[in-house]
Nanobody, 115 residues
């Protein structure tokens, strides 16, 4: 089983920036894609961004233009650069790795944006 460890969450004021990291226990080049999701209590987990094995990126409408997903294959790490943060971005952020035959999730990191 792949281990995914998120980090970089915290408390930030509206308009601020944060960079989340998702470190994998094996080479991320083996994954079909990796993605970021977020979840607030009482709501479904929401897709945020995806980066494919080939490097293509996609974003949800709510974060496009403010968030940027990237990866460092040598470090087996995916990143989410978040800027112009809003209180509505407050959530637990999870990374997901989709392999050829299994899906793995990290434990999540809390992001809180104050107004």
């Amino acid at each position: 089983q792949v281990q995914l460890v998120e980090s970089g969450g915290g408390l930030v004021q509206a308009g601020g920036t944060l960079r989340l990291s998702c470190a994998a226990s094996l080479s991320i080049s083996t994954f079909n894609y990796m993605a970021w999701y977020r979840q607030v209590p009482g709501k479904q987990r929401e897709w945020v961004a995806t980066i494919t094995q080939g490097g293509s990126r996609a974003y949800s409408d709510s974060v496009r233009g403010r968030f940027s997903v990237s990866r460092d294959i040598a470090r087996n790490t995916m990143y989410l650069q978040m800027s112009s943060l809003k209180p509505d971005d407050t959530a637990v952020y999870y990374c997901k790795a989709q392999g050829p035959s299994q899906t793995d999730w990290g434990q999540g990191t809390q992001v809180t944006v104050s107004s």
